[in-house]
């Protein structure tokens, strides 16, 4: 599958923000979508991810309350709303698909898009 993220840009904080990503495949509601994020000099992260059927979702701690995973199975996109942006926040954000079980690992995805650059300015 092949997946094009989107959406990134510059904000200032306490600002919003919402990244797209849209999938080629029909079979999209079979994957398990994540978002992840890298920030300058340091490893990619875990941000968020979302089951084939939208039911579950799961965050990392420091995103909790402020960010929300949604999909739409019939466009074939899932979606990351940003509220309440950090300057912490300033990283690229790639949305990754994966065949299987519900993951927080990098290495668990199959599939990865291009990235969207995120700069949240304090």
């Known amino acids: 599958v092949q997946l094009q993220a989107s959406g990134g840009g510059l904000v200032q904080a306490g600002g919003s923000l919402r990244l797209s990503c849209a999938a080629s495949?029909?079979?999209?509601?079979?994957?398990?979508m994540g978002w992840f994020r890298q920030a300058p000099g340091k490893e990619r992260e875990f941000v968020a991810a979302?089951?084939?059927?939208?039911?579950?979702?799961v965050y990392t701690d420091s995103v909790k309350g402020r960010f929300t995973i949604s999909r739409d199975n019939t466009k074939k996109t899932v979606y990351l709303q940003m509220n309440s942006l950090k300057s912490e926040d300033t990283a690229v954000y790639y949305c990754?698909?994966?065949?299987?079980?519900?993951?927080?690992?990098?290495?668990?995805?199959?599939?990865w898009g291009q990235g969207t650059e995120v700069t949240v300015s304090s």
């Open positions: 990754a698909a994966n065949e299987g079980l519900m993951s927080r690992s990098v290495n668990r995805y199959d599939y």
């Open positions: 495949r029909r079979a999209f509601s079979t994957y398990v």
């Open positions: 979302i089951s084939m059927s939208g039911g579950t979702t």
